[in-house]
Nanobody, 118 residues
Framework: QVQVVESGGGLVQPGGSLRLSCTASGSTFSINVMGWYRQAPGKQREFVAT???????NYRDSVKGRFTISRDNAKNTVYLQMNSLSPEDTALYYC????????????WGQGTQVTVSS
């Protein structure tokens, strides 16, 4: 019922910036929390940031002060502005969208690759 699509990934040099976008479409009327996660090769997927429909945010400690999550509720779109990127940020970045009604459910995007390298 809900499709989630990420975009904006790419290759960037250390110290550079990228802005990721994620749009949820379909039956999005009850989407409340959206978030970003990432997974590096051979590693477990990890939490990056989340944002509620009311604008409350959470970040993992390693990205605080560098990454900013925001959303446009009218467009059902969430963004991740990433600054001061380092090679340790290299990963496949996934977006998810969570709904409560009619039943609780989580939807995941296909991922967008972020590579930080000189």
């Amino acid at each position: 019922q809900v499709q989630v699509v990420e975009s904006g990934g790419g290759l960037v040099q250390p110290g550079g910036s990228l802005r990721l976008s994620c749009t949820a479409s379909g039956s999005t009327f009850s989407i409340n929390v959206m978030g970003w996660y990432r997974q590096a090769p051979g590693k477990q997927r990890e939490f990056v940031a989340t944002i509620t429909s009311g604008g409350s945010t959470n970040y993992r400690d390693s990205v605080k002060g560098r990454f900013t999550i925001s959303r446009d509720n009218a467009k059902n779109t969430v963004y991740l502005q990433m600054n001061s990127l380092s090679p340790e940020d290299t990963a496949l970045y996934y977006c998810n969208a969570n709904r409560v009604l009619p039943t609780p459910r989580t939807y995941w995007g296909q991922g967008t690759q972020v590579t930080v390298s000189s």
